[in-house]
Each structure stands twice: as structure tokens, then as C-alpha cells.
């Protein structure tokens, strides 16, 4: 039920999820099999007297300890790494890494306010603070195959940015900033979600990600269109 | 054993205010606390109701009520169902008799717990009709939000109530605990050493010192909150110039509220000791790894704190840091629960309301526990924070420790208390449908939390990736329309078999060891009258020679020579 993983990177946190799930299933329908199995055999009516010992069989079911440790730490060490990819780098020398192999990055800057999403571009010099800076509500556009940083911050109270297609969350937080990134990989139109609680409209805080071809984001960033639904139609998307 | 010459020996002429109002009995504050958390539990069940019904059928509620209904179920099933029923009820109820002492140490200071609860319970619900209506910012309170009336309505006298509230319970089991802890340190009978002690006792004495040294930070954090929606400071308010820290509060608050959940879960867990060696007949399968791993947990709990922050703002290192005390704590309870499994091993299970209760506890913790390791999990959190993952999590842990562990104790010691039974078949079938409708509303929420489906959400229909799940939604409503009704009819047999239940005269009906099932039942004031108990062994000396033998009780009752229980 996973929506569909757009992001480079996603399949790392997309890893993560399914050793935690995995594994807990596992150790769980062990520990099912194991707890219905000695209520049946050990019922009164089979077994009118409690035995003076545990037999030695079931004895070994202290074991699920030590898979419970096993299972702790390659959890951890998975989880660790994604975390340290994502979160722990610097966002600069992400930014140079990218450059380095030849990648592309744009940055776009997000306020959170009751209840919607302002999305602040830099225009087409790429840089933020000239005139040809311009804002969009609810609506991302972004190329694909280009690293996207979003610097966020909060207009009000606390918000947080999910885009669950590429597996990314991260609360905007009024006085700081926040940062959230990702490489899209494939064309189209994603849901971007308000996953922290900001009032009484906070379910329709809403936003859509568009992810676009290199040409026809250039296209639109030299004359851009506000609307999501123009967008859509101009650039003839596939949802 | 002589239960009804303890009974009748020391009548004192006593006003029904002074015996069943503001008595001083440890029982009767015990079965006060009970009641007042199984009322305030329909109270918090009507709550999910309404806003169950919404989600199926967005409009039902308005937004600020659907939130405000959010945030008080929340609050209530923690500090006004789980506490008052498990530390304020089964704790006065069974320290006191299962250590063998005539009352708490301080019984006063108890029948004054229960009223300051009994105030912060008023106030809670009267917090409901003030001007700008209920608290509507979700049960953890979280500034900016709370802390600022123009963009919440409600967070000024909704908001200052509820704190108001959250403080009188606080104080109401603060006053609790130290009680609890002095009586279990100074008052156990002779030869109840602390190895001797049922496991029960040390359940609730580690979760109420867990309680005592949690609660003051967030004491300090909710008088600023105060002062910062009443006289306009920042503590927690952010606004242009003049930067609080909204983060602060989070750190206050789960410094608190982690600790908290197992300052709940100890006790339902102490409660799955007691029912499984009493109905499989077993000794528990290891005492010591039991008592010491629940107690490495304990001191764990305060190191966790922040994985509810992984994607807040806290510096990301840290975070790596709580998110391996939190999937590390899964060890100790993981073995908490191989103890409490295997205690059932070898043994002769007789399959009443109770044990069944206690069976579907110990099961639906298991998915709790391994449900809490891709929340631990720092880069699985990235996805599941705030998503019905969440939800589906801690009902499989806090609906488990506040309904199927408390419905095990209720069936397991309402004879003592009440000296009556409540019918076996209906507490058989209230077991398997009540786990069923549970399972029913909580299961699927894993499903919609994997969809990436936030949780405080009004209606699902909004977002278009989530208009797919409605039926999710429906299904879940139905489910808790179905369990809510099997509560309905329990509340009613409930106090139904207080008053008119089938008489139990016989002191221990489930042939069980433990000091309490030497008393009479209900036992009388002061509980052992001119007897006195003696304690011999230890708690649990079950299968002794697997034939004729089944159990032998922990201690017995010596007749006190020249001295009056008045003393």
C-alpha cells in the first residue's frame, strides 16, 4: 500500500521500512504460533495438572531474545545509515557532492501557514532576493532528475511537509528553518500532505508536486504559469 | 480461616458520608478511582464515537469539535481511564492487602488523591463549555498552537482548563504515589521480604517512581505555556522579535509523556502476571529476569524521550542517539514477555473471562511492542511519524493496557472487591468480542499509515492519494460502533453484579496465592480484623507435586493475642 517511490534515494528509506515491518512479522507470527500452540497443549481439560517443569523444548523459547537483539541492531545499522544520508550530511556539501558528479539542483523556499503552502522560487538567475523571484501556493514544480532542496520555515505555527511519494517528511517550524530534499525521478502529479497538527483546517492543508522534463521546466520558469490545473493542461500531463 | 469472625469484630458507627464518600479505606478510594474511570471511560468511548462517525461521514462534526473531540479522547483514556484505573483503582484496592498491612500509610493524604482527581475530572468536562469551546490542539499541547488564541480558537480558557485539569490530576497522582511507595517500603507484613513481593507490587511501585520523577519537568513547562497564553510572554510563542522556542515545550512534554506510557503499562503488565500464573497454575517462569528487566525499562524510559521528535528540529545526531535507546528498549520488555509466555508452559490453563482478557493483552502487546520498532527506527520514522502508523500503534499498546489488561484485572479480583461474581459465560463472549471489534478498528489503521494517511485528519476525502481509503474509514467506525456497543452492555452487567451478582463467600475462588485471597470478601475495614497474615514463601508456589497438591498459599493468618486491629 506504499505509494509509489519516486525519489533516487527513496529506495534507502524504502529498505528501512521493510526490514522494521519484515522483521517484526516474523518475530510475531513465531511468538503467535508459539503462545497458541501451548494454550492448546497446555489446556485443563489435556492437562488436569500443571507439570513441575517446563519442558525443555519450550525452554529455548528464551532465544527469541537473542533474535530480538539481532534483529535490534541490523535495524539499527540500516536505519542509522539512511538517517545519516538524508539528515546528518550538511545540506552544502550535499549540494557540492551533487555538482562534483554532474548533477543539477534547484532551490526553492517554503512557508507553511494555516492552511496552505507557499512556495518561493528564485526565478530564472537562480538566485533568491532579485525581482524575478515569484511564489506559488499549494503548487511545487519542480524538473526532473535535479536534486530539490526546500528551505522551509513556518508563517504561524508548527507544519510539517510530507510528500509521500518520495518518502520525505519534516516539520516547519516559525523561527527556524528546516530542510528538506530529494531527486524526483519520474513525470507527474504528487500529493503534498500537512502531517502536523495546525488547526482546524489542517486535513486541507494541500499541495501538488509537479514533477516536470528538464526542457518544459525551463520553459515554465522563463514565463511561469501559477495555477496547477494550467499547468497540467499546458504541459499535457499523465496523472 | 474464620472469615466471619474477622468480619463482625469492630463495628464502628460510621455516617454513610464517612464510609463510602469521603472514606479513608483504601478499598473504597480503590473502587471510587475504578468507577470514576470506567464512567470516564464512556465519556472518552462517546468522544471516539463522534468522531469515528465523521471520518466515515465528514461533516457529521464540525472541525473544531472533531478536533477538540481528538484531542479529550486522547487526554481522558491516558490520565482520566488508564491512571485512575490502574494506579489510583487496582493499586489502593491490592497493595495494601496483597502486602498484608491494614491501609495505606497515609490514608488521608489518599482520600484527598481521589477528590483532587475527582476536581480535576469536573474540570475537564466543564473545560468543554467555556467561551471559544474546548482545547482543540491535540493532546500533547504543542506551542505554537496552544500557546496562541489568534490562530487557535479555544486556546485560551479551553487551553487553560485543560492544563488546569492535566495539573489537579498530576498533583491527585503525585499524592498517589508517594503513598504508594511509602506503603510498599514500610508496611509490608513480616516475612514479605522484597523478592517475596507479587509481582503486581512492583509493577506499581516502578511505575509510581517513574511517575515521581517524570512529572516535574513538565510541570515547569505547562506554567509557561500558561503565562504564555495569559500575559503574552515566549517561552514556547513565536512571533517577529521576539523568539520563543516552540521545540522547548516537546522536549518538556515527552521528558513526561514517554515515561508516562509505561508509568501505565507496568501496572497491565504486573496484572498479566498475576492472572496467568493464578489460571495456568504455574509459578512464574522467572521472578528475577522479570523484575529486573522491568526495572532496566524503567530507567530506560527516560532516555527515549525525543524519538517523538525525530522529525521535529532536534539536531539529527541526537536523534540517532534516542533512536537507539528506543529500539534497544524493546530488549528488556521483549523479555518481559517470554517470561510472562512461558509461565503459561507446563501448565493447566483454565480458560475464565480473566485469563482470556489476560491472554489477548499479552497477544496484542506482542504486536504493540513490535510495532513501536519501525516508529524507533529513525529513518522508518522519516515516513510513519505522525501517519495512522501511529494511530495503529498505540492502541495496540494503550488500548491494550487501559481496556483488555484492566477488563482482565476487573474479572480477576471483582470477587474480592465486590464479594459477588459476574456471570462467566457473558465474560467469555465480552473477551472474544471485544477482540474482535478492537482488532477490527485498530488493525487496518497499519494499512492506512503504510498509504502515507496522516493521522488528526477530519476527513480523508481531501487529499487525492487518501480518497481511495475510504472504506478503510468505514470499516473502522463500524468496528468501534460494535465495540463500544460490547462495553455498553459490560458497563451495565458491571454494576448489575456489584448489586445483585451471584454471592462468592469462598475467600479464594481461583485457588490463587497471594495474601489478598486470604481476606474475606469484600474484606472488612482494616481487612484481617483480629488476624494478622504471616507470609512464608514466596508468591507464586504453584504445581507443587503436579497431583493433589496444586498450591500453596504465600502465607496464612495468625490470630493476634491481646491486641485489638483498632491499634
Excluded at chain 2, 497522582?173 to 507490587?201: E, H, K, S
Excluded at chain 2, 445483585?500 to 475495614?525: F, Q, V, Y
Amino acid at each position: 500500500m506504499l505509494p509509489v517511490n519516486i525519489s533516487a534515494d527513496g529506495h534507502l528509506i524504502d529498505l528501512v521500512l521493510k526490514i522494521s515491518i519484515g522483521g517484526g512479522i516474523v518475530i510475531g507470527i513465531v511468538s503467535f504460533a508459539i503462545v497458541l500452540y501451548m494454550i492448546f497443549k497446555f489446556r485443563r481439560s489435556k492437562n488436569p495438572f500443571p507439570l513441575q517443569d517446563v519442558p525443555p523444548l519450550l525452554k529455548k523459547v528464551i532465544y527469541i531474545d537473542f533474535a530480538m537483539i539481532i534483529f535490534d541492531l541490523v535495524l539499527l545499522v540500516t536505519s542509522s545509515y539512511a538517517w545519516a544520508y538524508f539528515y546528518i550530511r550538511p545540506i552544502d556539501k550535499i549540494k557540492k557532492e551533487a555538482l562534483q558528479k554532474g548533477e543539477k539542483y534547484v532551490e526553492v523556499n517554503v512557508i507553511g501557514r494555516q492552511f496552505f503552502w507557499t512556495f518561493i522560487y528564485p526565478g530564472e538567475d537562480g538566485k533568491f532576493g532579485t525581482s524575478d523571484d515569484f511564489k506559488l501556493a499549494n503548487v511545487l514544480v519542480v524538473p526532473k532528475n535535479y536534486y530539490v532542496f526546500l528551505k522551509m520555515t513556518s508563517g504561524d505555527t508548527l507544519h510539517s511537509l510530507f510528500i509521500p511519494n518520495v518518502r520525505m517528511k519534516y516539520d516547519t517550524i516559525p523561527g527556524r528553518t528546516t530542510y528538506v530534499w530529494f531527486k524526483p525521478t519520474a513525470e507527474g502529479q504528487y500529493d503534498i500532505a500537512c502531517a502536523e497538527l495546525c488547526g482546524s483546517m489542517h486535513y486541507s492543508m494541500k499541495g501538488i508536486m509537479i514533477v516536470m522534463e528538464e526542457e518544459k521546466y525551463k520553459e515554465w520558469i522563463k514565463n511561469p504559469i501559477y495555477n496547477s490545473e494550467d499547468i497540467i493542461s499546458m504541459y499535457e500531463f499523465k496523472r | 480461616m474464620g472469615g466471619s469472625n474477622m468480619s463482625g469484630e469492630h463495628h464502628r458507627e460510621e455516617s454513610f458520608i464517612k464510609r463510602y464518600i469521603f472514606s479513608t479505606d483504601h478499598k473504597v478510594i480503590g473502587k471510587q478511582y475504578l468507577i470514576t474511570g470506567i464512567v470516564m471511560a464512556i465519556f472518552g468511548g462517546v468522544l471516539a464515537l463522534f468522531f469515528r462517525i465523521n471520518l466515515a461521514n465528514p461533516g457529521f462534526l464540525s472541525h473544531e469539535q472533531y478536533n477538540a473531540f481528538v484531542t479529550l479522547h486522547g487526554a481522558i483514556m491516558f490520565f482520566w481511564v488508564a491512571m485512575p484505573i490502574l494506579l489510583g483503582g487496582f493499586g489502593n484496592v491490592l497493595i495494601p492487602l496483597m502486602i498484608g498491612a491494614r491501609d495505606m500509610a497515609f490514608p488521608t493524604l489518599n482520600m484527598m488523591s481521589y477528590w483532587t482527581f475527582f476536581l480535576s475530572a469536573v474540570i475537564l468536562i466543564l473545560s468543554m463549555f467555556v467561551p471559544g469551546g474546548a482545547f482543540s490542539g491535540g493532546w500533547t499541547v504543542y506551542p505554537p498552537l496552544s500557546a496562541n488564541p489568534e490562530v487557535l480558537i479555544g486556546a485560551k480558557w479551553g487551553a487553560n482548563l485543560f492544563l488546569l485539569a492535566l495539573a489537579f490530576e498530576f498533583a491527585s497522582m503525585l499524592m498517589g504515589g508517594v503513598n504508594f511507595v511509602t506503603t510498599v517500603l514500610t508496611m509490608r507484613v513480616r516475612g514479605l521480604t522484597f523478592m517475596r513481593l507479587p509481582i503486581f507490587i512492583w509493577m506499581e511501585v516502578i511505575a509510581s517512581l517513574v511517575f515521581l520523577f517524570s512529572v516535574a519537568p513538565l510541570i515547569a513547562g505547562a506554567l509557561m505555556l500558561l503565562l504564555d497564553i495569559n500575559l503574552g510572554t515566549h517561552f514556547f510563542r513565536v512571533e517577529a522579535g521576539k523568539a520563543g522556542d516552540p521545540i522547548l515545550w516537546q522536549h518538556l512534554f515527552w521528558f513526561f509523556g514517554h515515561p508516562e506510557v509505561y508509568v501505565i503499562l507496568f501496572p497491565a503488565l504486573g496484572i498479566l502476571a498475576e492472572v496467568f500464573t493464578t489460571y495456568a497454575r504455574r509459578p512464574i517462569f522467572s521472578y528475577k529476569t522479570f523484575v529486573y528487566a522491568n526495572i532496566v525499562a524503567a530507567i530506560l524510559s527516560f532516555l527515549v524521550w525525543a524519538h517523538h521528535q525525530f522529525v521535529a528540529g532536534i539536531n539529527t545526531i541526537s536523534a540517532l542517539g534516542f533512536s537507539i535507546t528506543t529500539v534497544l528498549i524493546s530488549v528488556p520488555f521483549s523479555m518481559s514477555l517470554v517470561v510472562l509466555g512461558l509461565t503459561l508452559a507446563g501448565g493447566s490453563i483454565r480458560f475464565t473471562p480473566a485469563f482470556l482478557f489476560g491472554l489477548f493483552a499479552f497477544l496484542m502487546f506482542i504486536i504493540g511492542g513490535l510495532t513501536g520498532l519501525p516508529l524507533g527506527a529513525v529513518a522508518s520514522d522519516i515516513y510513519f511519524h505522525d501517519t495512522y502508523f501511529v494511530v495503529a500503534h498505540f492502541h495496540y499498546t494503550v488500548f491494550t493496557i487501559a481496556v483488555l489488561s484492566s477488563l482482565a484485572g476487573i474479572y480477576h479480583w471483582f470477587p474480592k472487591m465486590f464479594g459477588r461474581r459476574i456471570n462467566y459465560t457473558f465474560g467469555k463472549w465480552h473477551a472474544i468480542l471485544t477482540l474482535v471489534f478492537y482488532n477490527g478498528f485498530a488493525f487496518p489503521a497499519f494499512f492506512l499509515g503504510l498509504a502515507g494517511h496522516p493521522r488528526r485528519y477530519y476527513s480523508a476525502l481531501e487529499l487525492g492519494y487518501l480518497q481511495k481509503y475510504q472504506w478503510i474509514h468505514e470499516l473502522m467506525t463500524i468496528s468501534t460502533v460494535l465495540l463500544l456497543a460490547t462495553q455498553v452492555v459490560f458497563i451495565f452487567v458491571f454494576f448489575y453484579s456489584i448489586f445483585a451478582g451471584e454471592k462468592e463467600t469462598e475467600p479464594n475462588p481461583w485457588e490463587s496465592t497471594t495474601l489478598e485471597w486470604l481476606a474475606p470478601s469484600p474484606p472488612p475495614h482494616l481487612n484481617w480484623g483480629n488476624f494478622a497474615p504471616l507470609v512464608e514463601r514466596g508468591p507464586y508456589e504453584y504445581a507443587k507435586n503436579g497431583k493433589d497438591i496444586d498450591f500453596i498459599p504465600q502465607g496464612r493468618l495468625v490470630k493476634l493475642k491481646g491486641e485489638t486491629a483498632e491499634k
